[in-house]
């Protein structure tokens, strides 16, 4: 079976969750199908992977014009396949252009949702029309829908109730246990200007309002003396969530809260050290589907606590391998809340350590990205099996 995954990120250009499932998926499902990928950008190295840069007539569009540029010449690429697998809004339309041309069934893996993520009309201007457009029309007319959460079906289905339920099915984000995992070395973490001298919260998302990073940062004058907030924050949405973030982020060092921002993406060695010497991870996020940062954090041992949303808490086992914090409309209270649970971890480092090594366990034994694979590869068969394919 031939199947052509189409997706705007893959590696070395990878800078959110999206991109880290595709490579990891991708590695996967190259031992179980003739496994094509089609990406945005510069050519890559491996023979099965196709680049697609921007048209040079959309240099200088918008980006979600340029995305739509982008689909017809990666939908051509996919002609011959047996499956067309499109993660996000930026691809599905290629996939959804392939299915019209050629008739070949379209798998969609919804890893977030548009009408969920009003600010992304910050970044895209009326981009954001053309993205929502995007993500409807694929999903519509999608063979089969793969929700990364039971939380994201959820949405899937009152975001769009045209959806017939039959054709989501949930199958979670998974991690490499194997790459992610507890490490003693520090030399990356050297090489940061991060020390071991004192108590470490650890943070690492993209500059984008989804992730609330100004919650944490107006939790960060109220964490326990001592305590240093390391945030790895890179590729802001605009420059002016750039400037917002490096505001609040003066404010808190104002107030007394020793904050370090890293402004460039870590490298994977880097990532591992980082986790894994860290006392806490923390994730405040406002919106987030599954969240493979808390597995990963998971993996390295590292307890976490984070906002109790979307698929969060099918990740994240409350009491277990850390502590929820429930979202509040009241910016203060929910950033004292996650405080108050920073700290409780933070003070008791005996049930810190705990919780994160029932996290490793939890990571595991169940979100091995083979048994994800091998899940994925029975709903390429389900639709084929339904067009009539062999």
């Known amino acids: 079976m031939r199947v052509d995954l189409l997706s705007r990120e893959y590696p070395p250009?990878?800078?959110?969750?999206?991109?880290?499932?595709?490579?990891?998926?991708?590695?996967?499902?190259?031992?179980?199908?003739?496994?094509?990928?089609?990406?945005?950008?510069?050519?890559?190295?491996?023979?099965?992977?196709?680049?697609?840069?921007?048209?040079?007539?959309?240099?200088?569009?918008?980006?979600?014009?340029?995305?739509?540029?982008?689909?017809?010449?990666?939908?051509?690429?996919?002609?011959?396949?047996?499956?067309?697998?499109?993660?996000?809004?930026?691809?599905?339309?290629?996939g959804h252009l392939a299915k019209l041309l050629y008739g070949t069934p379209h798998v969609v893996t919804a890893h977030s949702l548009e009408p969920l993520r009003p600010w992304k009309a910050e970044q895209l201007g009326g981009g954001y029309v053309l993205s929502s457009f995007c993500e409807r029309t694929a999903?519509?007319?999608?063979?089969?829908?793969?929700?990364?959460?039971?939380?994201?079906?959820a949405d899937l289905l009152r975001c769009y109730p045209e959806l017939d339920p039959d054709r989501v099915v949930v199958i979670h984000n998974g991690i490499d246990t194997a790459e992610f995992g507890p490490v003693a070395v520090r030399d990356e973490l050297t090489r940061l200007g991060l020390?071991?001298?004192?108590?470490?919260?650890?943070?690492?998302?993209?500059?984008?309002?989804?992730?609330?990073?100004?919650?944490?940062?107006?939790?960060?004058?109220?964490?326990?003396?001592?305590?240093?907030?390391?945030?790895?924050?890179?590729?802001?949405?605009?420059?002016?969530?750039?400037?917002?973030?490096?505001?609040l982020v003066a404010e808190a060092r104002a107030l007394g809260a020793d904050v370090v921002h890293v402004p460039e993406p870590l490298s994977r060695p880097a990532l591992r050290q980082l986790l894994s010497h860290a006392d806490v991870f923390a994730c405040p996020s406002v919106y987030e589907p599954m969240g493979i940062v808390n597995?990963?954090?998971?993996?390295?041992?590292?307890?976490?606590?984070?906002?109790a949303v979307g698929g969060i808490p099918e990740v994240v086992a409350d009491g277990e391998t850390g502590l929820l914090v429930p979202l509040h409309p009241d910016d203060q209270v929910f950033a004292e809340g996650l405080a108050l649970r920073i700290n409780e971890l933070l003070a008791d480092p005996v049930r810190a350590r705990a919780m994160g090594r029932a996290g490793r366990r939890r990571a595991v034994e169940h979100f091995s990205w083979a048994a994800i694979a091998a899940r994925v590869h029975e709903v390429y068969r389900s639709v084929r099996g339904a067009t009539g394919l062999r």
């Open 139 to 153: 999903l519509l007319g999608a063979d089969r829908v793969i929700a990364v959460s039971a939380a994201m079906r």
């Open 295 to 307: 597995l990963e954090a998971m993996a390295c041992a590292t307890p976490v606590v984070a906002s």
């Open 195 to 247: 020390g071991s001298d004192r108590r470490t919260v650890v943070c690492v998302a993209r500059l984008t309002r989804q992730k609330g990073l100004s919650h944490l940062l107006r939790a960060a004058p109220h964490l326990l003396p001592g305590t240093r907030l390391v945030l790895c924050a890179s590729a802001p949405d605009t420059p002016e969530i750039a400037a917002e973030f490096a505001a």
């Open 13 to 94: 250009h990878v800078y959110g969750g999206a991109g880290v499932h595709v490579d990891q998926l991708s590695r996967e499902l190259t031992e179980l199908v003739d496994l094509r990928v089609h990406c945005f950008g510069e050519v890559r190295p491996e023979p099965h992977v196709t680049a697609h840069p921007v048209p040079a007539s959309l240099a200088g569009a918008n980006p979600a014009l340029q995305a739509m540029g982008i689909a017809p010449a990666m939908a051509a690429a996919a002609a011959g396949a047996d499956v067309v697998h499109s993660h996000t809004w930026y691809a599905n339309t290629a």
